[in-house]
């Protein structure tokens, strides 16, 4: 869900001997970074995003309780976090609908996730984006660990392939933060630091 550059510079991705062929998808899909080249791939912004970006502030400004609510700037989208809030489960659900209407009217789409409600364009997500870089690729097996509600749709996809033969695991980072997710998974792992040891594992096996 975020910038494919920010994934690099965040994971340390570029020049490192042994991820040649490493692909990094931003934005659910819309941005591509490879370290052939280099460079990310993305195109032009939708103009609702900008337009999004001028109203948020005053659309927050119409409720008293949101103290802590801070807007984050992805680029291709907007995202409004709500965890720092004096109640964040109760921003969260106030600010939804408005926030639904806001992306409606400029041509976006709301993203709902943990504590966070991202307004980015239409067209893509998680689910889109790996079944279409599956089929580039040739990919015979899939492994997609995820952590928020904007990760259903790749198990989506995931079941999808597994229906078209192709062996594939659902992986859930934490236990009981997006339950949805843990219900779907075919193994729970807690947290970041599990996830890494299981891939890890899976790449000495390898």
Partial sequence: GRPADVAVRYGGFAAVPGLEHLVVLGHYGAERWDAVS?????????????????????????????????IEEKGMAVAVHTRRATDPQGAFDALRAPLADLAARHGLVLEPGRLVLELRP????KGVALREYVDEIGAETVVYGGDDLGDLPAFAAVDTLRGRGHPGLLLCS???????????????????????DFLAAVAARL
């Fill in 38 to 70: 280099g460079t990310v791939q993305a195109p032009e912004p939708h103009p609702g995003v900008a337009a999004v970006r001028d109203e948020l502030p005053g659309v927050l400004e119409r409720f008293d309780s949101l103290r802590g609510v801070w």
């Fill in 122 to 125: 239409p067209g893509v997500d």
């Fill in 174 to 196: 934490g236990t009981g933060e997006v339950p949805e997710l843990a219900a779907r998974a075919d193994l729970v792992l807690p947290g970041p630091g599990a996830l890494t």
